[in-house]
């Protein structure tokens, strides 16, 4: 999304623009480093962030999904029932190990869990949501129980697509494909059942990103997993940075929607611009 808005945004300025990923580890520590003018966050500042200076703005809302191969052995149960919070909870834990223990099939296969091995915000997101109202899952704790971790949604993307037996993790965009915005390629997201009563029509909204991102702006699709993503400064932005930022906070919300996000409420906007002199 920051690429899309560097585009739009050097179009109209004199301003240039070097990007590149890493995680929010990196980003983080490339800022407070004064390597970067901007990070990039996937989570909010610890506090022991704050202290040495991070500050962080909200710039869009992302949202992970549990996924499986569009060839697992127990694909339509999981399309038509869903999984509860707890039922991922007892999978990326290892509590079931076993397809048919998961869900009402008669299928005798080992479920295969892949995770993160690079600094993830969204594998935080991901401890976070799985725990509950308990003490959320450290990254490593998911880590070490996986069967394999990847560096990147993409490699974790690619490793679902290629074992059929797989569960994971993703961004939605690595989800549906980004031209049709269907699902067409080789994982499916794993629709989450709140309640506990099975997948209702009020719950089944995963066949279009379109859908989906609705359901995430009105609240159905819980947070964490979706979750703000952030732009962060050692100390305050400053010069063509600050006018970046101040610029992905106003005319660039517009380009949100179409790329996959969910924008920001307007109130949450004018509370992230409130860090500009001048601005309220």
Known sequence: MVEV????YEEQSDARFDVSGGGTGVGVSDVLNDQVDIGMMGRQPEPEEEEQGLLAVPMLIDTVVGTVNVENPVLDELQAEGLTREDL???FTREVTNWGELVDAD???DIVV????????AYKQ???????EADAYTQNDLQSVADANYNGDQAVAEA???EPNAISLNNINYVYDLSSRELEGDIRPVPLDRDGTGLSAEEDFYETRDE???AVEAGD????PAREMFLAADGSFEGPAADFVEYVLTEGQQYVRENGYVPLEQDRLDEALDVFPGDS
Do not use: C
């Open 5 to 8: 808005w560097v585009d739009q």
């Open 89 to 91: 909870e007892a999978v």
């Open 107 to 109: 299928i005798d296969e």
């Open 114 to 121: 892949y995770g993160r091995s690079d600094a993830s915000a």
């Open 126 to 132: 991901w401890g976070d949501f799985l725990a509950g």
């Open 160 to 162: 679902v697509g290629g």
């Open 212 to 214: 989906f991102l609705s």
């Open 221 to 224: 699709y819980p947070a964490p």
